[in-house]
Nanobody, 121 residues
Framework: QVQLVESGGGLVQAGGSLRLSCAAS????????MGWYRQAPGKQREFVAR???????KYANSAKGRFTISRDNAKNTVYLQMNSLKPEDTADYLC???????????????WGQGTQVTVSS
């Protein structure tokens, strides 16, 4: 089993910054892609950013130029640096990871519980 634990959320004023972290632990042989999604009250979960094990990144249009995803493979941790935050960024931010638990096994996608980000105007 694999656990993902997010941290770093909180309350920030518009224009401020936050850095989210998500650490994976458990039965892990390798982690391929890791990513961040967010879900605001009454809205569907939406993609924010993704990073492969090789460091290739992809961002939602809403995140481009303001958010930066990175990872530390040695720590099985993915980060999301969020700058120039806006009230519309307010949401529960969830990380995921595509984990191979054993050599040669299929990847399984695991999700964290989420960390709340609130941006005040």
């Amino acid at each position: 089993q694999v656990q993902l634990v997010e941290s770093g959320g909180g309350l920030v004023q518009a224009g401020g910054s936050l850095r989210l972290s998500c650490a994976a632990s458990g039965t892990i042989f390798s982690i391929n892609a890791m990513g961040w999604y967010r879900q605001a009250p009454g809205k569907q979960r939406e993609f924010v950013a993704r990073i492969t094990s090789g460091g290739s990144t992809k961002y939602a249009n809403s995140a481009k130029g303001r958010f930066t995803i990175s990872r530390d493979n040695a720590k099985n941790t993915v980060y999301l640096q969020m700058n120039s935050l806006k009230p519309e960024d307010t949401a529960d931010y969830l990380c995921n990871a595509d984990v191979s638990p054993y050599s040669g096994s299929t990847d399984y996608r695991y999700w964290g519980q989420g960390t709340q980000v609130t941006v005040s105007s």
